[in-house]
């Protein structure tokens, strides 16, 4: 198991940056790909951005691909979203999760495929 706390959220004006922050358990974190998700106000939960487990390979939903970077530092057992240019439609809650396989080959888009999540950051946007 992985606990995961996620920080770094706030309130922006729309084409401003935010980064957020993932802090896990450092004996397992490294072993498991990471995933960001999303949840805005009356909408489902959905899939910001993924990273495996060594860090060589990423990928993003349309939505934020060229606005968003997803980075981990397994030495620090962290994972960070940087997110640049801002929109307000980004706004939601933000939760940092872990990917259920250790060492997966590939990334995992959907809400099934992780089983240790944190427990969200709130991000504002204003227009």
């Known amino acids: 198991q992985v606990h995961l706390v996620e920080s770094g959220g706030g309130l922006v004006q729309a084409g401003g940056s935010l980064r957020l922050s993932c802090a896990a358990s450092?004996?397992?974190?490294?072993?498991?790909?990471m995933g960001w998700f999303r949840q805005a106000p009356g909408k489902e939960r959905e899939f910001v951005a993924a990273i495996n487990w060594s860090g060589g390979n990423t990928y993003y939903a349309d939505s934020v691909k060229g606005r968003f970077t997803i980075s981990r530092d397994n030495a620090e057992s962290t994972v960070s979203l940087q997110m640049n240019s801002l929109k307000p439609e980004d706004t939601a809650v933000y939760f940092c999760?872990?990917?259920?396989?250790?060492?997966?080959?590939?990334?995992?888009?959907?809400?099934?495929?992780?089983?240790?999540w944190g427990q969200g950051t709130q991000v504002t946007v204003s227009s």
């Open positions: 999760a872990a990917d259920r396989a250790r060492y997966r080959r590939v990334l995992v888009t959907t809400l099934r495929e992780y089983g240790n």
């Open positions: 450092a004996s397992t974190f490294s072993i498991y790909g």
